[in-house]
């Protein structure tokens, strides 16, 4: 493959060419949710769709988060297909009963009789000042869910193409896509297809620690990997990619090569996904350690406006590559 | 439901099988209900148990009206929407023993019995939760253009929910074929509606919607079974929801047995006087509609089937260990 | 007959109290009459029977707690015909069913808490991946100084170890389960040595020694601060005289010239009598005997110092006939025990092999060793002029608790006076 049939695209405009993908393939697929018609999107992620769509598939809904995703789910319940839009995690709280207490327990109360074939995308994170309520990073807690499966796209081909396998699967999925990826540039080839959700990735070699992580701290996490290179340790960047159900094939084998593991997570530490992939290195891979598991999170604090207080409080580079080098230089 | 119903019938127990099979239908719920009970004293049934005791005319009048091709959400009380639905005593009692036979695999219990086949689409047990669910149902008949009608049960408690608002609202903006039935039994758990909403007419809160809405009497299966078929009628033809109120009264506690500290003995006697079945049966009397022999077939003929289901239930399996992981994600793939 | 039991009101309803009979004998109930009242922990509830027939007995009175299941009424029912009790009818109140669901033997309340074997006086901390490692090459965990935080063992410390311990790679050795072996012990035995040669098995010998080793060695770097000290010898006067010496000898009888080192150290150590002796229980224990511990290779690896015992008193002609007979022994498995255990200071020699300095490790208890390098021929000044001696590298590692810096430059100064006068040796 060479550059010049590569397609340059952001992610969101990876996410927008997903959604059309899908509208076309399949006439049971419909986009629904706040502003996503008319306004275009809140992230700009589905301009132009109503446009080509339509009102009744590109589908503005009011400012009720529980009734809309209720209605996905029905709608799914129903036959069809749809990508019902919440505009951020902090929204979905709203409609956490939906999500939780129909869409992740039908299956199973009905004894195995309804499925919910719904995707639900949210954008996610902070680090934009936007203060306590439009910063948080909830997608590790709705992976606690059985019944839903959470996806974490980093990549610009994940935001790609990672919808059309999520419309596939019989039950529901939750994608979060990290508000501040969106600018984000990447190359692709035009016929770039769907992508497994179900595997982790490695993003970077390495063999001195297993840097374990996603989304938006999958970058910063690459790029802590590039300046310890320098100084001679060579870090291993996971990406986690999907967060329920957890690859942990992935990460225990690589940490059975590096026998050292850090989780940058950008959600809080306390009983979060980084504590459960830790427990599962702890329960799966203890005699390959050769440190104990650290991991960077954000300060339990709720994100503050402030920036200086807000970068603080996220993982940053310097952060992570600080706290590798203390892990690595323990035996060193 | 056995009897097709196309909404042509006028609301007089004019016709004696229509009417013998109206009160046969409330005294299966009955007896259902009954032996429910039983079972759970003496702990065959366990967990929350919601009895519809007094409500039977709704459920049994309401379903009239709808098709097969119908789709029914219901609440956590729905052992009689689901038995009128067409689901067999059997099997809803086979869920309530948690046997694997059950309706739902014994992985509901009495509050969730579903059935896909006969779009039952279950026992919700949060209170509103259903209401969204109902509204995506008929979206998707809508865009799929399909002509069928979504019916919604909830309870008077259900009202004070945001699901309720935020549903109702969607419903009659997007013009969704929702029949909502709010089964009005006063008491949202122990808390009255006088003590819960500021505005106690229900079906004009829905009004305020432009949903179209009616009030009528729940212990009355005439009336409940007349204004649903006015509602399907309307939500058929204009593809737009209806809201239909039948006020009523459950005879026992709210769930099982509670202290009842929250309603007199006088309030529950004097609602008794206006049980659905009794009056249904004394009407029928009176209109010469039904004798006594009538009445004690239906009898034994209730009394035999509640008995076999018993037995099968009892006589059903209990899921393997193995399985407990099963049903948390679909076994199959979509098309 | 049918029996009336406490019904259960509610998935967490235990038992209840009868409040009051709303029937009493020789009442008619039917289906779903109420015929009782009680109480459980949420209110007073009726309860209703789901028999048709004549209340026949009552047999729970009012106030009395009640299990769920237990009877608390007989009716007749059409079916039945006598008013007949069932012997199984006899009611229990609910403590009593309580306590008999919970009763616990006797004996079992009795049982003594197991007993709590004493716990190592201090724990190892070692990586998980680290003790993997250790148990995979037979590492004995204990000989090795962790560097990571608080002492902990890590893979590289265990890699150092076997890199630099093992010389000729182990041929397939199982995995040796660790030795547990309580650190006081080692501690309160005198100086460490290799074990008894009375091993059979060369393997097993092998393994116990290099763990034994492996133990004062580790013990060594973990307690003893050592401070190195070294001095460049002028080896002339020695060599020239020894020479000398060894012509009047038959060729067996020859004295090696690691021997004046060793009569100089003693010698040394008679003028600097601090660095001969032991470190125990926090206190500097000098020894009077000068028992020279002289560290032999093995061929097969590892090693033994067997002590030449009162070096000092011997002459230089003695010295070479213990140094014999105790190689000779040592490689043959005879050493005595004594010779094993009483060395006071331990000299090694790696000049064989052309090392030029050694940075020797103290043998536990040990307050002091000498290390001996390559004699070789160096450029050395003296009185302004420039010439060529023969040059040995002579260092001391000592106990930094037992002695200081000055004390060894003593020593050091000492040993060289002697073998710049040989004649005296």
Known sequence: MTNDVMQKLTYREAVREAIREAMKKDDRVFLMGEDVGRYGGCFAVSKGLLEDFGPTRIRDTPLSESGFVGAGIGAALGGMRPIVEVMTVNFSLLAADQIINNAAAYLHMSGGLFNVPIVIRMATGGGRQLAAQHSRSLEGWYAHIPGIKVLSPATVEDARGMLWTALEDPDPVLIFENAGLYNMEGMLPPDIGPVDIDKARIRREGKDISIISYSASLFKSLDAAEILAKEGIEAEVIDLRTLRPLDETTFLDSVARTHRALIVDEGWRSGSISAEISSRIMESAFYELDAPVERLCSAEVPLPYARHLEEAALPQVNKIAALVKKMVGTHG | ?335 | MAEFRMPSLGSDMLEGTLVEWLVKPGDRVKRRDAVAVVETDKAAIEIEVYEEGIIETILAQPGQKIAVGAIMAVIRTEAGKKAETPEKATLKDASQLLAEGASVPAEDKEKKLPSIPEVEARRIKVSPYARRLAAERSVDLSTIAGTGPDGAIGATDVERTTATVITQPAEKAPPTPIEETPREASQKEAPPAAPAAERHAAKDYQTAMRRAIAAAMARSKREIPHYYLQMRLDMSSTLRWLESENLKRPIKNRILPVVPLIKGVSLALRDVPELNGYWIDDRHQISEAINLGFVIALRQGGLIAPAILNADEKCLDELMDAMRDLIVRTRSGGLRSSEMTDATVTVTNLGDLGVETVYGVIYPPQVALIGFGKTMEQPWAENGMLGVRPILMATLAADHRATDGHRGAQFLDALNRHLQEPSNL
């Open chain 2, 1 to 335: 439901m056995k009897t097709k119903n196309t909404g042509k019938k006028k609301a007089a127990a004019t016709n004696h099988n229509h009417a013998v099979h109206l009160l046969r239908s409330m005294i299966r719920i009955r007896r259902l209900e009954d032996k429910c009970a039983e079972l759970y004293t003496t702990t065959k049934i366990r967990g929350f148990m919601h009895l519809y005791d007094g409500e039977e005319a709704i459920a049994v009048g309401v379903l009239e009206a709808l098709t097969q091709d119908d789709a029914i959400v219901a609440t956590y009380r729905e052992h009689g929407h689901a038995l009128i639905r067409g689901l067999s005593a059997g099997s809803i009692l086979a869920e309530m023993y948690g046997k694997q036979e059950g309706c739902s695999r014994g992985r509901g219990g009495s509050m969730h019995l579903f059935d896909d086949k006969l779009r039952f689409y279950g026992g919700n047990a949060i209170v509103g939760g259903g209401l969204p669910i109902a509204v995506g149902l008929a979206l998707a008949d809508k865009m799929q253009q399909k002509k069928r009608v979504t019916c919604c049960f909830f309870g008077d408690g259900a009202v004070a929910e945001g699901e309720f608002h935020e549903s109702m609202n969607l419903a009659a903006l997007w013009k969704l074929p929702v029949l909502f039935v709010c089964e009005n039994n006063l008491y949202a758990m122990g808390t009255a509606l006088k003590y819960s909403q500021s505005n106690m007419d229900l079906a004009g809160k829905a009004a305020s919607y432009d949903v179209a809405s009616v009030a009528v009497d729940g212990m009355d299966v005439l009336a409940v079974e007349a204004a649903a078929q006015k509602a399907t009628e309307v939500i058929r033809f204009k593809g737009e929801p209806f809201f239909l109120e039948c006020q009523t009264y459950r005879f026992r506690a709210h769930s099982m047995y509670d202290a009842e500290l929250y309603r007199t003995k006088a309030e529950v006697d004097e609602w008794k006087k206006r049980c659905p079945i009794a009056t249904f049966t004394q009407r029928l009397k009176n209109e010469g509609l039904l004798s006594d022999a009538d009445l004690e077939k239906i009898e034994g003929d209730v009394a035999q089937e509640i008995n076999e289901a018993v037995a099968f239930a009892e006589a059903c399996t209990w899921e393997p260990l193995e399985d407990l992981t099963r049903f948390v994600y679909s076994e199959r793939r979509m098309s």
